[in-house]
């Protein structure tokens, strides 16, 4: 469970995907699926998959129950394949002996995790797709208004706020198709058994186990990994690599618009809402609270893919120790990215532009500076080329935007 202080860093769907409901529901969807698959290949009889697929509904298990017992089995798939057994068992004892058959419980955690994954990548890309639509609309809209450009925090020259716009744009539109690609590679189905082999999946001399994978796979909607991935995480790691390098992105969009915001700026505010970004004892107070969460995703999800990275060495064929680590680290990586994403596409749906602040703040530095030097750099005409970048960028992105395939 997340903490109080976690909680509002991310989004009430993502807390909830990640609950230890939903979790216990995905690892039965990988029993069902399994059942399925095995008796379709002969491996198992068909009645007993009907009545382990039946009975993989998480209304009938007590979570809680499960939850604690994990704690001294050393894992929760363990207390979960023994109440499952117990209860299919109850209406149909010749059936609970295919239970969780030929498998282990790291295929089944795993395969739960691909699909929860799945899932919250399915959110967290709608949202940055809606943030990244945003920002080149207002790139098309601010084309050619003029704003200062600034390097090492300085009013340096003149760019546009259009072309501003599409070089926060650029880089989502570029992590989206990464995702897209990194994702589809690495949700994959587990299924190793005890060391990778499968040897409990054949009958006679006849290895079936390819087979149960490939329905499974059809089954789950995931990809089918030609061998058990139980110790090589480099696909589901680079997924967390991926995801991070969007936060990144995400959190240089709103460093630079809660500097833009800041009141001896206006140039930019945060959508005004009701009880959105007050103080407790400050009234007059607008704080970018949307800009506050993509900055704090920024800083913590780093640490965790370091966490995750850190894992990778694990011992033989199953990890002691890495692989439980790598776990704890996933649910809170996911939670920090889509509550970035969601933050951002809420605050650039409706940023508040204030063009007339932007050129007040450039007349403020022309009045300052020798006539040569105004002439050369701080000319407001100067947007007149960052426009034709603009447009050609946005031209650009707008057809990468529209070719990526949300999850």
Do not use: Y
């Amino acid at each position: 469970m997340s903490s109080i202080f976690e909680g509002f860093l991310s989004t009430p769907e993502a807390l909830d995907l990640f609950s230890e409901r939903k979790i216990v529901e995905a690892m039965l969807r990988f029993e069902a699926s399994l059942a399925r698959a095995q008796a379709s290949v002969g491996l198992i009889p068909d009645s007993a998959a009907q009545s382990i697929i039946g009975t993989c509904k998480v209304d009938l298990f007590d979570v809680a129950k499960i939850v604690r017992e994990s704690v001294r089995a050393g894992s929760i798939a363990i207390p979960l394949v023994k109440s499952l057994k117990e209860t299919v068992a109850l209406f149909n004892k010749e059936a609970a002996g295919f239970v969780h058959f030929g498998t282990t419980s790291q295929d089944v955690v795993d395969t739960a995790l691909a699909l929860i994954t799945r899932e919250a990548l399915g959110m967290i890309a709608k949202d940055v797709h809606k943030a990244a639509a945003a920002l080149l609309a207002l790139a098309g809209r601010h084309a050619a208004d003029p704003v200062l450009a600034r390097t090492f925090m300085q009013p340096a020259s003149v760019t546009s706020f259009g072309l501003k716009c599409a070089g926060w744009a650029a880089p989502l539109v570029r992590s989206l198709q990464r995702l897209q690609a990194t994702a589809a590679n690495a949700l994959s189905v587990q299924l190793g058994g005890a060391v990778g082999t499968l040897a409990q999946m054949k009958k006679g001399n006849k290895r079936l186990g390819p087979q149960v994978i490939a329905l499974m796979a059809a089954d789950l909607k995931l990809k089918e990994a030609p061998f058990a991935w139980h110790t090589q995480r480099d696909e589901w790691v680079a997924l967390a690599c991926e995801m991070a390098l969007l936060t990144g992105s995400l959190g240089k969009t709103a460093r630079d618009i809660a500097l833009m915001a800041q009141f001896e700026v206006g140039e930019l505010a945060e959508p005004l809402e009701p009880g959105r970004g007050g103080a407790s004892v400050m009234p007059h107070k607008r704080n970018p609270v949307s800009c506050m969460v993509a900055l704090a995703a920024a800083q913590r999800v780093p640490q965790r893919v370091a966490a995750l990275l850190a894992t990778m060495p694990q011992e033989h064929e199953r990890a002691l120790g890495n692989w439980q680590a790598e776990l704890a680290e996933w649910p809170g990586l996911l939670m920090s990215v889509h509550g970035s994403a969601r933050a951002m596409a809420q605050a650039l749906s409706g940023l508040q532009v204030d063009t007339q602040r932007m050129r007040a703040n450039l007349d403020a530095v022309r009045a300052e500076l020798p006539a040569d030097v105004v002439d050369e750099w701080f000319n407001p005409a100067l947007a007149q080329h960052a426009a034709t970048l603009t447009r050609a960028q946005v031209a650009l992105a707008t057809n990468a935007l529209a070719a990526v395939e949300l999850p």
